[in-house]
């Protein structure tokens, strides 16, 4: 059993800078990929950026590539999301999850039914 506690959401004006944190614990993330989604209100989960943690092959949404930046510290067992340039529509509660395959492909990252285990979110709001 994997627990993962996201934190760092918060609201900021837009082109600012965020960094959000996810820490596991219960198991060792060694064997995993771990992942950042967005949620608005009246929308379907969105795909932000995976990590494996395995080999650190990074997988982002095409939209965010650029201004977002996924990374993890093994020693602490914990995965980072960095927001640059924040805007307005990135406004959305952001949760990390954890798949128990450490070597997802592109495809399979991008799908929530890739991900067995999943963190609270934390709320982002951008302010324009």
């Known amino acids: 059993q994997v627990q993962l506690v996201a934190s760092g959401g918060g609201l900021v004006q837009a082109g600012t800078s965020l960094r959000l944190s996810c820490a596991g614990s219960?198991?060792?993330?060694?064997?995993?990929?771990m992942g950042w989604f967005r949620q608005v209100p009246g929308k379907e989960r969105e795909f932000v950026a995976t990590?494996?943690?395995?080999?650190?092959?990074?997988y982002y949404a095409d939209s965010l590539k650029g201004r977002f930046t996924i990374s993890r510290d093994n020693a602490k067992n914990t995965v980072y999301l960095q927001m640059n340039s924040l805007k307005p529509e990135d406004t959305a509660v952001y949760s990390c999850?954890?798949?128990?395959?450490?070597?997802?492909?592109?495809?399979?990252?991008?799908?929530?039914?890739?991900?067995?285990?999943w963190g609270q979110g934390t709320q982002v709001t951008v302010s324009s």
């Open positions: 219960g198991r060792t993330l060694s064997i995993y990929s």
């Open positions: 990590i494996s943690w395995r080999n650190g092959i990074t």
């Open positions: 999850a954890a798949a128990r395959d450490a070597l997802l492909s592109s495809g399979q990252a991008r799908s929530t039914f890739s991900y067995d285990y």
